[in-house]
Nanobody
């Protein structure tokens, strides 16, 4: 059974930067598409970025394009989300997700329903 654990969230002033981490287990050799999503109270879960573990291809939501970088360290089973120029509207719970056996280009990576496994989330707060 795969497990995903996020960390790195916190409170950061507008304009600041934050890097989230996701450590995975149980996904070895499953060549997953790894995604980051976020959810604010009363809103639907929203895709932020995704990366294909095999090709390294990345995908970004329009709302964060240019401010966010997704990366991976396969040797450490880690996926990262570096966020810059943070805005108040980036405040949300951020989740790491995995879809096994398919590259991100072959799934609707922007849909939460495309992913099989989820972490418990890490909170990011950008105060007004």
């Amino acid at each position: 059974q795969a497990q995903l654990v996020e960390s790195g969230g916190g409170s950061v002033q507008a304009g600041g930067s934050l890097t989230l981490s996701c450590v995975t287990s149980g996904l070895t050799n499953s060549r997953p598409c790894m995604g980051w999503f976020r959810q604010s109270p009363g809103k639907e879960r929203e895709a932020v970025a995704a990366i294909s573990s095999t090709t390294g291809d990345t995908h970004y939501a329009d709302s964060v394009q240019g401010r966010v970088t997704i990366s991976q360290d396969k040797a450490k089973n880690m996926v990262y989300l570096q966020m810059n120029s943070l805005k108040q509207e980036d405040t949300a719970m951020y989740y790491c997700a995995a879809k096994t056996w398919l590259t991100c280009a072959l799934i609707r990576w922007e849909r939460a329903s495309s992913f099989d496994y989820w972490g418990q989330g890490t909170q990011v707060t950008v105060p007004s």
